[in-house]
């Protein structure tokens, strides 16, 4: 069982996010340096749109919308 607090951490591949949600490589490229909140991220596979916090090269799932 999985805990619900635990942030969900998105994958990188050939230097581009991964959806969680299809496993697709999405458009935003990933860069170490780059701290956001509430970043937009969305899938053109899946057409899910993921808000995402970037902080010390960690990325994490804050909301999901479909």
């Known amino acids: ?3 619900a607090n635990r942030p969900v951490i998105l994958d990188v ?3 581009l996010y991964v959806c969680p949600v299809c ?3 999405t458009q935003q490229a990933h860069d170490p340096a780059t701290n ?3 970043l ?5 596979q899946c057409k899910a ?3 995402v916090n970037i902080a010390f090269g960690q990325c994490s799932v804050v909301s999901r919308y479909r």
């Open 1 to 3: 069982m999985q805990n």
């Open 13 to 15: 591949k050939d230097g």
């Open 23 to 25: 496993r697709a490589k």
């Open 36 to 38: 956001a909140t509430n």
């Open 40 to 44: 937009r991220l969305w899938c053109k």
């Open 49 to 51: 749109v993921h808000y």
